[in-house]
């Protein structure tokens, strides 16, 4: 469906062309002058322009000149109208930037096929430009490295999943991953959208957790002209332009209780209604859901909405935690060591026993994320082309050893003691990093945020 605006002073004409709009399907508005055209314009944006060249109160041209000045992506499809015989009409709206132009009387089945076409070539230069940005940008190429039973289950669950959503015509269902943070959730995901058969399309990531509370409905669903202050023009939300791709919707269970209804709307309907509109687009993405939380724990205790927990929860995968397939660590150190020497232009290093023997041992609390950063920081600090024990710098005692010492430190503090002390450990592991604190600890940014003001953090 098209939301056409159709400036023309011919009433009958104008309201045949919009009965035969509305026979196909889409949405017409007439403005009978430029003026009341301009009035339209600055109140919501159409997807589409018929635009008469002569009008009462001056050109059509002029106008298709001002919004090619103020929108020269041309994101804004026009097409003109001319008398039959001005053909110089018609040449200079082409140089000007139009889409296409009819001559008058317009035959209403090429105004159909017309339209047709000219938005086929929109949606056709959108792709491109979607293409370049990714060529430029590179959207990285992933592996799923590790050989553990649950790494190969996982690695085949998610080749069969791709191959039968890429021969369904229907709506592709959710899936929701599971795991704890820096397991490779996000890695996950994009491997599912390297094997599918979409994978030439645009991948969104949506980190829920990081979105300010009060951006994060505009950021998601989009937003018309004038939707709120300073919304200049329309933007299209993030559910939006992930088009037929991939939507990933890192830490969901984030996403604040109203919101929440909104994308279960979404899920449900697959349509989705900027904010200031009342026009739904159709929602086409592949979805994925992911979370480091007990989503089941949340709907009980209320924070999260029962019915978007069932609708997302249909096909599940669980991320195991590094320490439980500590057979992967072989693989991953190599993977990583190889990848950070050929970033930097070194040998690859090899690791001295005493140094996998130590990773090996360790408890990985940060999971893969963890293991990729100390890896990468042993290979540029050691210098004789051998990583020993000394140049990974773990903790000596992992989450699950601390030392007696440690144990009855703890014992001593009251209970406020205890929290603060265990938020400035958060912090520290994730460098001040304030939405990886919260995820470690089992806390939404915003309480976060509270403790962190509560004991001046």
Not at 49 to 59: A, I, K, Y
Not at 398 to 426: D, H, I
């Amino acid at each position: 469906m098209l939301n056409v605006l159709l400036i023309e002073d011919e009433t009958l004409f104008a309201k045949s062309v919009l009965r035969r709009l509305e026979r196909e399907g889409h949405h017409g508005v007439i403005a009978d002058t430029l003026k009341a055209g301009r009035d339209s314009l600055r109140h919501a944006t159409p997807e589409l322009v018929l635009l008469d060249v002569r009008l009462p109160d001056g050109n059509g041209l002029d106008l298709l000149r001002e919004l090619r000045e103020r929108d020269a992506s041309r994101q804004l499809p026009v097409i003109m109208m001319t008398a039959y015989g001005e053909l110089e009409d018609a040449v200079l709206a082409m140089k000007l930037g139009a889409n296409d132009y009819l001559k008058k009387p317009v035959d209403l089945d090429e105004l159909v096929l017309t339209l047709s076409k000219v938005m086929q070539g929109q949606k056709l230069n959108q792709q491109l430009d979607y293409s370049q940005v990714r060529e430029s940008h590179g959207i990285e190429s992933v592996t799923m490295v590790g050989n553990s039973p649950a790494m190969q289950q996982l690695r085949q669950q998610i080749e069969h999943i791709a191959t039968l959503v890429g021969k369904s015509e229907q709506h592709p269902p959710v899936l929701l991953i599971r795991g704890e943070t820096g397991t490779g959730k996000d890695v996950l995901t994009r491997f599912y959208h390297q094997q599918g058969s979409w994978h030439d399309r645009p991948y969104v990531h949506v980190d829920c957790a990081s979105l300010p509370p009060d951006l994060i409905e505009a950021e998601l669903f989009g937003y018309e002209r004038g939707a709120f202050t300073n919304a200049h023009q329309a933007k299209p939300g993030l559910i939006e332009v992930a088009e037929d791709g991939t939507l990933f919707l890192d830490e969901v269970g984030e996403l604040p209780l109203e919101l929440q209804a909104k994308l279960l709307n979404v899920l449900e309907r697959r349509q989705v209604r900027r904010l200031g509109s009342t026009r739904e687009y159709p929602v086409s993405a592949h979805i994925v859901a992911a979370t480091n939380r007990d989503l089941k724990q949340m709907v009980g205790e209320g924070r999260f909405r029962s019915d978007l927990y069932f609708r997302m929860n249909m096909l599940e995968l669980i991320l195991p935690p590094l320490r439980e397939r500590d057979t992967d660590i072989t693989a991953l150190l190599s993977y990583f060591a190889q990848a950070t020497a050929r970033r930097y232009g070194i040998s690859q290093p090899v690791f001295s026993p005493d140094a996998e023997a130590a990773l090996k041992r360790y408890h990985w609390p940060g999971n893969v994320r963890e293991l990729q950063h100390v890896i990468e920081r042993a290979v540029m600090i050691s210098a004789q082309g051998e990583i020993g024990a000394e140049h990974l710098m773990l903790e000596q005692q992992s989450l699950g050893s601390a030392s007696n010492s440690a144990v009855e430190e703890l014992s001593q503090m009251t209970l406020e003691e205890v929290e603060k002390y265990l938020l400035e450990r958060a912090l520290q592991r994730t460098n001040g990093n304030v939405s990886g604190a919260a995820r470690a600890l089992g806390l939404t940014r915003m309480a976060m945020r509270y403790r962190m003001d509560k004991y001046g953090l």
